[in-house]
């Protein structure tokens, strides 16, 4: 009934109904942007006059690549005890997915290791992402030094599915160097691969984040590759001229605070 009566008083379509889906038209995107503007300015502005009475009030909606998973929850800990008001949407994602989000500032703050080339985006450098090359404990290469990267070209590797950032990166690589690695496995998760290597599934390539605040495990072994490990960073973005709230800004100073502080 509401949606019937929004399309009468808009006077256009809405939607549009194709097979079982239903899809929106111009109009009905134009308005679903409009709307989200609209809130994000109620929200904005109730966080506003909590911070004219002193207080950090709201929601900070978060999106990140789903290394970050290994590091963002553990700063969000001691900032949430800081800010008791301010509640946190953590959304981890691919770089593709990520991207997408980005694009249509569904969040307040981003964060990933490769910036997009064709958006105009905020973005500050904030701690460092190195990728390292995994196997087993006990492979033979891991008692190697100065390991060439044409000897992984023999390994069965594991990679990491399409439209991942870890995956551009190692693919990158491979290209430069002309190495072409046997792919036995696509896994879409950064754990499910360190399982897979640990169970002598094959090598692979990921952030050493993925091995935890110590960066090392007893079930796997970082190999001395030359070119390694492959130095990124991290960083906090957002679409270039958005007015942060101002949950989002206490969030931003505070991550660029910390961030030297995690052990990487
Ligand atoms: P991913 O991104 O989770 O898409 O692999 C991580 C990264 O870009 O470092």
Redesign the pocket.
């Known amino acids: 009934m509401q949606v019937k009566q929004l399309t009468k008083a808009v006077g256009l379509p809405l939607f549009e109904q194709i097979g079982k889906r239903l899809y929106l038209t111009d109009a009905g995107r134009e308005l679903l942007a409009t709307c989200r503007e609209i809130f994000d300015r109620l929200d904005a502005f109730e966080m506003a006059v909590a911070d004219l009475k002193g207080l950090k009030q709201g929601r900070l909606r978060l999106s990140a690549?789903?290394?970050?998973k290994y590091f963002v929850p553990r700063m969000l800990g001691p900032f949430c005890k800081l800010y008791p008001g301010i509640d946190v949407e953590f959304k981890?994602?691919?770089?593709?997915r990520?991207l997408a989000r980005l694009s249509e500032n569904l969040d307040d703050l981003y964060i990933?290791?490769?910036l997009p080339e064709h958006m105009d985006i905020s973005y500050h450098l904030f701690m460092e992402?190195p990728?390292v090359v995994l196997a087993p404990i006990a492979h033979p290469l891991a008692f190697e030094k100065n390991i060439s990267l044409q000897r992984l070209r023999g390994e069965p590797f594991i990679m990491?599915e399409p439209?991942?950032?870890?995956?551009?990166?190692v693919q990158k690589l491979f290209d430069e160097h002309g190495v072409q690695v046997r792919v036995r496995l696509e896994l879409g998760s950064?754990e499910a691969i360190k399982q897979a290597i640990a169970g002598g599934l094959g090598i692979s390539i990921l952030?050493r984040h993925t091995l935890g605040p110590e960066g090392t495990t007893n079930e796997l072994a970082i190999l001395d590759v030359e070119g390694f490990p492959i130095l990124?960073h991290?960083y906090v973005v957002y679409l270039a001229g958005k007015q942060l709230s101002v949950v989002a800004n206490t969030f931003f100073q505070y991550l660029l605070n910390e961030a030297k502080q995690v052990a990487i």
Request: charged fraction near 15%; hydrophobic fraction near 20%.
């Open positions: 690549v789903t290394t970050t981890t994602t691919n770089h593709e990520l990933l290791s490769q992402n990728l990491r439209g991942s950032g870890t995956r551009s990166s950064n952030s990124r991290w």
